[in-house]
């Protein structure tokens, strides 16, 4: 079955466009006007993937997103807006969207995007075996994570950071290896996306700031998840 795209745009001629470039790609799209519409497709029938505008006149996209995650939480959500300051990027990321995409923006580009996102989602699905590192155990299959015994809820891609890390324990793995595997080898965004994440993962880990880390971070080079 063709993976089902959720559009959430208040802007009818992105909105409409967006839809029929999805569905000339071979997708089924949904396109909803606004949060509540959107919300509601959401819980309706779970989509694959939805292309959110933070703009919506009805409610705030980052809040939207927080939603959406918490009743999917490992589904891909990639924003749209016309905001791009750095800020505004991280508090995106922060929510638990996969990816950023500025306004104006290249239909091909963001297709692509599209896709890279769905590719990863099904690798995720079809990977399945736990991995133990120290106190953590890593349900590869499940898409669960339980630290010292309690298990703990990640967003989509900062299990998919921990569970790449995971899979080369003790080792470092580059930030370019990082970035592909985990966003895909058509990453277009900035790699400053790689170290919000860490920072989000160490956070859901119950570390805090200037403390010990079981993820170490080699400056310019990477990060290894340490083992005992």
């Not at 950023?100 to 091909?108: N, S």
């Not at 990082?178 to 859901?204: N, P, Q, Y």
Request: cysteine-free; overall charge negative; charged content about 25%.
């Amino acid at each position: 079955m063709s993976p089902r795209v959720l559009v959430i745009e208040d802007d009818a001629l992105i909105g409409a466009s967006l839809q029929r470039a999805l569905e000339a790609s071979g997708y089924i799209a949904e396109w909803a006007n606004d949060g509540a519409q959107g919300l509601e497709a959401a819980r309706s029938s779970v989509p694959d993937l939805v292309l959110l505008d933070l703009g919506l006149p009805d409610s705030d996209g980052v809040e939207l997103a927080r939603v959406l995650l918490t009743l999917h939480p490992s589904l891909p959500v990639v924003m749209l807006t016309a905001r791009a300051e750095e800020a505004d990027v991280v508090t995106g990321l922060h929510a638990g969207a996969v990816d950023y995409v500025i306004k104006p923006f290249r239909l091909a580009e963001l297709l692509a995007r599209v896709q890279a996102h769905l590719r990863a989602a099904e690798r995720r699905d079809q990977t399945a075996r736990v991995v133990t590192v120290g106190d953590l155990r890593v349900d590869l299959g499940a898409r669960r994570l339980w630290v010292s015994g309690h298990e703990v809820e990640l967003r989509a891609k900062e299990f998919d950071l921990l569970a790449r890390l995971a899979r080369d324990a003790g080792q470092v793995v580059t930030r370019q290896q990082l970035l592909a595997d985990v966003w895909d080898e058509h990453w277009f965004g900035s790699t400053k996306t790689l170290d919000v994440h860490v920072a989000g993962l160490r956070r859901r880990l119950g570390e805090q700031p200037g403390s010990g880390s079981r993820i170490t971070a080699l400056r310019g080079v990477g990060y290894r998840l340490e083992t005992p």
